[in-house]
C-alpha cells in the first residue's frame, strides 16, 4: 500500500494518453452541439423542411447510442488501441463528408458515418482510462476527459454560431478535421500496444439488431413525442419496449452477451448506473428549458443568452479534475452525494427565479448546477467502472456512456413535457411568444423542481451504496512505462 496516494502524479506519458482520449471525448461533446445552432442555415441552404433537416441531429443520435456496446465488444476483441484509432479516423472522415456534401441525404448518410465513429471513441475512453493507468489515477484522469467532454459540449454553440455566421454551416464540420488529424498522430505514437482483453470473443449480432431497434424507436419516440403527431411516439416507445423485453430475455441465453446482465447483482453498480442517467438528465433538462426562460421571460437577446448558459459548463469544467482526483485519495461515495447535494440546493434556488430576479444571481445558480456536476460526475464514472472485473470493462464503459446519452434524451423529454404540463392547455393554444411572462415563470418553475427531484432521488441511491476503498491507495500497476 502506497503510504504517500495523494502525492501520485501521472507521468508526462500517462498524461499524454490521457490527453488523446480526451481530444475523443471533446469531439464527441463539441458534436452533440455544434450541429444544433446551424440547423435553419443548413434547411436555407437545401430549401428543406425543418422536420427534414432535424434528421441531421436524430440519424447521428440514433447510430451513436445504439452502437455504443457493440463498439465496446469490438475494441475487447481487436484491441482497445487499433479500434480506437480506427474510430477516430472514421468519425474525422464523416465529418469531411459531411462538409462536402452536396444534398441533405448525403449529409445525412455522412452524419451515420461520423456517429460510428463517434461510437467508438465515445465507449472505449473510459475503459481505456481504466486499462492503461493504475487504479490510483483513475478518478484523476477520468475527471480530465469529463472536462474535455464538458468544454467541447460548452464551446459547440459559440464555436458552430461563429463559424456558420462568419463562413457558412460548412465548417462547423471541417473544423473537426485539423483536431482528428492531430488527435490520431499522436495516439498513434503514445496510445500503449496491449493485447486484445478478450480476442477469442464472439460478436452478438441479434443483441446489436435488438438493441439498435431498441434505442433507436426510443429516441425517435422521445423526439416526435410532443410534436404533431404524438400517437407516433406513443407507438415507437411500445415497440421500443417490445424489443427491450426481447433484448434482455436474448442476453440472459446467448453465451457472450452484449451486457453480462449478473453485473446487475451488484447494488453498486446497478444504482450508480441509474445514477449516471439521472444526473445527466437533470443537467440536460436545465440546458433545453433554460434558453426559453432567457430569452421569453427575461427577454434577453439569443447570444447574450447563450454566454449566460456557459456558466453551468465553466462549473462543471473546474470541478470534475479537481473531484476525480480528491475521490482517489478519499473514495467516491462521499464526493458523489456532495455533487448530488449542491445540484440539489442549485435546483431549489432556480425553481425560486422569477420575471424579476437578476441575470447575475441566475448565473451563480447554473454555475452551481454545474459545479456540483463536475464534482459528482468524475467519481461516479470511476466507481461505476470499480464495480466491474477487468473482462466487463469494456461493456461497462459502453454502457455508462450509453446511460449518459439516455440521460440526455430522457431528460429534454421529460422537462418538455413537464412544462407542457405545468403551462397548462393555454400552451398548446397560444404561440408561446404571446404568452404572460408570469405564467411561464411558474410553469419553469416546476421543471426545476421536478429536475430537483431527481437530483434527491439520486442521492436516496447513493446512500444505499456500500462504501469502497479508496482507489489511491491500490497497488494495481498501470501501464508498465
Known amino acids: 500500500m502506497s503510504e504517500t496516494p495523494a502525492s501520485k502524479k501521472m507521468t508526462p506519458k500517462e498524461l499524454m494518453i490521457v490527453i488523446v482520449i480526451a481530444l475523443g471525448s471533446f469531439m464527441a461533446g463539441l458534436d452533440a452541439t455544434i450541429v444544433n445552432i446551424a440547423l435553419p442555415a443548413i434547411a436555407k441552404s437545401f430549401d428543406v423542411s425543418t422536420v427534414a433537416v432535424s434528421w441531421v441531429l436524430n440519424a447521428y443520435l440514433i447510430i451513436l447510442v445504439s452502437l455504443l456496446l457493440a463498439a465496446s465488444r469490438l475494441g475487447d476483441m481487436k484491441g482497445y488501441r487499433n479500434i480506437f484509432l480506427g474510430g477516430f479516423a472514421l468519425f474525422t472522415l464523416g465529418s469531411a463528408l459531411c462538409g462536402l456534401s452536396p444534398t441533405l441525404d448525403i449529409l445525412i448518410l455522412s452524419r451515420m ?24 489515477l483513475r478518478g484523476q484522469a477520468l475527471g480530465i476527459v469529463a472536462m474535455f467532454t464538458m468544454l467541447g459540449a460548452a464551446l459547440g454553440p459559440v464555436i458552430g454560431g461563429f463559424l456558420t455566421s462568419a463562413f457558412s454551416w460548412q465548417y462547423i464540420f471541417l473544423v473537426n478535421l485539423p483536431v482528428g488529424i492531430v488527435a490520431i498522430v499522436l495516439g498513434m505514437h ?95 433538462g436545465v440546458m ?127 422537462v418538455m413535457l413537464v412544462a407542457t404540463v405545468a403551462a397548462g392547455p393555454k ?36 446512500l444505499a451504496v456500500a462504501e469502497k476503498e479508496p482507489t489511491g491507495e491500490s497497488s494495481e500497476p498501470g501501464i508498465g512505462i
Open 113 to 136: 458515418l461520423q456517429a460510428i465513429g463517434g461510437a467508438v471513441i465515445s465507449a472505449l475512453g473510459a475503459v481505456m482510462v481504466t486499462s492503461y493507468l493504475s487504479a490510483s
Open 288 to 414: 433545453i428549458i433554460m434558453p426559453f426562460y432567457l430569452e421569453l421571460v427575461k427577454k434577453i437577446p439569443a447570444d447574450n443568452a447563450g454566454t449566460i448558459l456557459l456558466a453551468l459548463p465553466i462549473g462543471m469544467i473546474l470541478t470534475a479534475p479537481l473531484s476525480g482526483k480528491i475521490s482517489d485519495v478519499i473514495g467516491t461515495k462521499k464526493p458523489i452525494i456532495a455533487g448530488f447535494a449542491i445540484c440539489t440546493v442549485a435546483l431549489f434556488l432556480l425553481s425560486t427565479i422569477s420575471v424579476h430576479t437578476s441575470v447575475g444571481h441566475i448565473g451563480i445558480y447554473l454555475f452551481m448546477l454545474g459545479a456540483g456536476t463536475g464534482v459528482a460526475f468524475s467519481p461516479l464514472n470511476s466507481a461505476v467502472m470499480g464495480e466491474c472485473p477487468v473482462k466487463d470493462r469494456g461493456s461497462t464503459s459502453g454502457l455508462v456512456k450509453m446511460m449518459t446519452n439516455l440521460g440526455s434524451s430522457l431528460g429534454v423529454a421529460t
Open 427 to 462: 400552451l398548446t393554444h397560444t404561440s408561446v411568444h404571446a404568452l404572460v411572462a408570469a405564467d411561464l415563470s411558474n410553469a419553469f418553475d416546476v421543471t426545476f423542481l421536478f429536475c430537483m427531484v431527481l437530483e434527491v432521488i439520486g442521492i436516496v441511491l447513493m
Open 190 to 284: 503514445t496510445l500503449p500496444r496491449q493485447d486484445p482483453v478478450n480476442p477469442k470473443a464472439k460478436m452478438d449480432h441479434a443483441g446489436i439488431v435488438l438493441v439498435f431497434i431498441a434505442l433507436g424507436t426510443l429516441i425517435f419516440g422521445l423526439t416526435t413525442l410532443e410534436g404533431a403527431t404524438p400517437l407516433t411516439g406513443v407507438i415507437a416507445l411500445v415497440i421500443s419496449a417490445v424489443f427491450w423485453v426481447l433484448f434482455f430475455l436474448l442476453e440472459r441465453r446467448t453465451k457472450e452477451p452484449l451486457i453480462n446482465l449478473n453485473l446487475f447483482s451488484n447494488r453498486g453498480y446497478t444504482l450508480q448506473n441509474i445514477n449516471v442517467m439521472l444526473i445527466q438528465m437533470a443537467m440536460a
